[in-house]
C-alpha cells in the first residue's frame, strides 16, 4: 500500500473546512483513501496544536520550528505532496523529501508567489525549486506561463491539475431571503475587494428598497481603513449591514441573491476560485473580477475590471433588476464547467 503524506501551511483545520486550499487538500486525501492508499495530512503551523482525524484522515501539526527537521517525519513515506505556494516552506519540503521520497508540488495559488513584502524571495526560489520535485501541478494557463517564465526546466515536470469539485449538499433551508441580498465572505481587506463591496453597497443602497448586505468574515482584518468604512456604513444604514463570522458557505449562497468576491490579483488566492463554483452550484449569480486564471472558467459576464467599481455597481443593479438573464448565464457557466472538470 503506498503511503502518502499531504502537506501545507494551512493551519486551521475546523470542520466543515471552509477555505479552498484545505478542502482541496482534504478531498485529495480521501480520494486517496478511497483508492486502497494510505493518506495523511501535516500542517506546519506558527504554534503547537493537537492533532485530529475526520473521516479516518490523519491530520498532525509541527511548528515552523520542528519543520527544519521535516525528514525525519517523511521517513515511511513514498510521495509527498506540498501545496501552496511557491516560496520557503515549498523548499523545505521538497528538500527534506530528496533522494528519499517522490515529491510533488500542488501550486494552489494562482499567481504562483503569494502576496507580501518577500515576493522577491519566493520568485528567487522559483528558479530553482524545480530541482526538488519529481511533478508540478498546476491548475491554469496563467500558471503554467508564469512558472516557465521563472525557468524552462519545469518544462518536463508540469501537470495539468483539476480541482476536486464536491457536489451540492442537501439543503432544506427556506432558499432566497425575502429581500435583496449582497454577501461578502472573506478578510476585512481591499486585496480580497471589500473596498468594492462597500461601493456597490453604497451606489444601490439607496435605489433598491430593503437592500442588505452580509459580511460574513473569516476573523482576519487586514485593512483598518476598510474596516472604518464598514463602520461608518453599519451607523449610517443601521440594519442593513450584516456581520457574521465564519459561516457554512453553501447556506448563506442559497440565500443570497448576488456574490461579491472582486478579489484584485490571482496571487494570494486559489487559482481556481472554489466559493465562485459554490455561488454557481447554489444557483447564486456572483461577480468577481476579470483576471489572469479566473477567466479561464468563468462567464465573462460575472468578470469586471477590479479597478472600475463603477462597473460592479452598473453590474449589481442589472443583475439584482432582471435575476432571469443572470440565472440562465449561472446555469450555461456551471454545465460548461461541469462538463470540463467534473464532479
Known amino acids: 500500500m503506498k503511503r502518502t503524506l499531504l502537506v501545507s501551511t494551512q493551519s486551521s483545520f475546523t470542520f466543515p473546512l471552509a477555505e479552498a486550499v484545505r478542502k482541496q487538500m482534504f478531498a485529495e486525501a480521501l480520494a486517496i483513501s478511497a483508492a486502497g492508499g494510505d ?3 501535516l ?7 493537537p492533532g485530529l482525524t475526520e473521516q479516518g484522515i490523519p491530520i498532525s501539526f509541527v511548528t515552523k520550528r520542528e519543520a527544519l527537521r521535516l525528514r525525519r517525519r517523511l521517513a515511511g513515506y513514498d510521495e509527498v505532496y ?5 516560496g520557503l516552506y515549498a523548499l523545505l519540503v521538497g528538500f527534506a523529501s530528496r533522494k528519499k521520497v517522490e515529491a510533488q508540488l500542488v501550486i494552489t495559488c494562482g499567481g504562483l508567489y503569494s502576496i507580501g513584502g518577500r515576493v522577491w524571495i519566493r520568485k528567487l526560489i522559483g528558479k530553482f525549486l524545480h530541482r526538488y520535485y519529481n511533478q508540478v501541478h498546476l491548475y491554469t494557463e496563467h500558471q503554467k506561463q508564469t512558472l516557465l517564465a521563472a525557468s524552462f526546466k519545469y518544462a518536463p515536470l508540469i ?5 476536486l469539485l464536491e457536489a451540492l449538499p442537501a439543503r432544506t433551508g427556506a432558499g432566497k431571503s425575502s429581500i435583496p441580498t449582497l454577501l461578502y465572505m472573506g478578510h476585512i481587506s481591499t486585496f480580497k475587494g471589500i473596498d468594492i463591496v462597500l461601493s456597490v453597497f453604497e451606489g ?5 428598497e430593503n ?3 452580509i459580511f460574513a468574515i473569516n476573523g482576519v ?3 483598518r481603513a476598510a474596516n472604518s468604512r464598514l463602520e461608518r456604513l453599519e451607523a449610517a444604514y443601521p440594519g442593513k449591514i450584516i456581520r457574521k463570522g465564519v459561516v457554512d458557505p453553501y447556506e448563506e449562497l442559497s440565500r443570497a441573491h448576488l456574490y461579491l468576491y472582486p478579489i484584485k490579483q490571482p496571487a494570494g488566492t486559489f487559482a481556481f476560485p472554489l466559493s465562485l463554483y459554490e455561488s454557481l452550484q447554489c444557483g447564486t449569480p456572483f461577480l468577481s473580477s476579470d483576471i489572469d486564471g479566473v477567466n479561464e472558467f468563468f462567464d465573462s459576464y460575472f468578470l469586471l475590471d477590479p479597478q472600475e467599481p463603477r462597473q460592479f455597481i452598473d453590474r449589481a443593479r442589472e443583475i439584482l433588476s432582471q435575476p432571469a438573464v443572470a440565472d440562465s448565464r449561472v446555469k450555461k457557466n456551471l454545465a460548461a464547467i461541469n462538463d470540463t472538470i467534473g464532479q
Not at 500542517?43 to 496544536?49: A, C, K, N, V
Open 82 to 86: 506540498y501545496y501552496g505556494s511557491i
Open 204 to 208: 444601490l443602497v439607496q435605489k433598491i
Open 211 to 213: 437592500l442588505q448586505v
Open 39 to 41: 493518506a495523511a495530512i
Open 159 to 163: 501537470r495539468p491539475k483539476r480541482p
Open 221 to 223: 482584518m487586514e485593512d
Open 43 to 49: 500542517i506546519i503551523s506558527s504554534g503547537h496544536q
